[in-house]
Nanobody, 123 residues
């Protein structure tokens, strides 16, 4: 089991930037992919970005390409999500997740989840 703790959320205005962190502990050696998902009120959870832990390959939802960057610090067991040019539609609870397989774009591919951090973007 992997324990994940997100931080860095907050209230910002449209056009601002925010950087989220996800600190991992526990059985991190079993992790293949680390992903970020978000969920707005009344909507389903959606994929945002993912990174392959060992090789560093990255994947992004079309809605955030060019604005968000996912990265990792292997020595710190930490994943980051740099969010630039934030929009009101980016508002939601952002959760970090760890998966041991090769399913990247769906929630079903991840077995361990953090509790989430709130990101609110005002217009």
């Amino acid at each position: 089991q992997v324990q994940l703790v997100e931080s860095g959320g907050g209230l910002v205005q449209a056009g601002d930037s925010l950087k989220l962190s996800c600190a991992a502990s526990g059985r991190t050696f079993s992790t293949y992919v680390m992903g970020w998902f978000r969920q707005a009120p009344g909507k389903e959870r959606e994929f945002v970005a993912a990174i392959i832990w060992t090789g560093g390959g990255t994947y992004y939802a079309d809605s955030v390409k060019g604005r968000f960057t996912i990265s990792r610090d292997k020595a710190k067991n930490t994943v980051y999500l740099q969010m630039n040019s934030l929009e009101p539609d980016d508002t939601g609870v952002y959760s970090c997740a760890a998966g041991g397989g090769q399913v990247i774009f769906r929630s079903s591919g991840y077995t361990d989840w953090g509790q989430g951090t709130q990101v609110t973007v005002s217009s």
